[in-house]
């Protein structure tokens, strides 16, 4: 006979994700002071049957995990979107169609692009 086990609150909870949409999302990734959000808007935002869903899953009341959500998923967003951008700290060209950069965190995008060239307009002068 073999024996099974449930899943518990921790493994239940990494399967469900929902995504959230509330104006107050952009300025916690900015710099500067986030703007606070409410219980009753992360309920509205995340909908009540999922919001249950979870808490079920954390071994939570639903009005006790929108409490906890609403004080603490402003700082938890902020701190994953760093103010400033990832710095190169050590770039290199150890060949000439090859450029090596190391950054000090992990960049959200790299933008790769031609180099630029320099080009001017004009008229010739009325002396020429």
């Known amino acids: 006979m073999s024996e099974t086990q449930s899943p518990g609150p921790d493994d239940e909870a990494a399967t469900l994700s929902v995504r959230l ?7 916690w990734k ?3 002071a986030n703007e606070t959000v409410t219980a009753k808007e992360i309920t509205d935002a995340i909908g009540e049957a999922e919001l249950a869903r979870f808490a ?3 071994g939570k009341e639903p ?3 929108a ?3 609403a004080e603490r998923l402003p700082q938890a967003v902020d701190n ?6 990832a710095a190169a700290t050590s770039r290199a060209h150890p060949a000439p169609d090859v450029l090596l950069l ?3 965190d992990v960049p959200d995008t790299i933008v790769i692009r031609e180099p630029g060239e ?3 307009f004009g008229l010739p002068s009325a002396d020429a």
Do not use: C, K, R, T
Request: charged share 20%; glycine share 6%; no cysteine.
């Open 21 to 27: 949409e509330l104006s107050q999302v952009a300025s």
């Open 30 to 32: 900015a710099a500067g």
């Open 56 to 58: 079920d899953a954390l």
């Open 63 to 65: 009005a006790e995990l």
């Open 67 to 69: 409490e906890q959500l």
């Open 80 to 85: 994953a979107f760093p103010a400033e951008p």
């Open 102 to 104: 190391l950054f000090d």
């Open 118 to 120: 320099g080009i001017q």
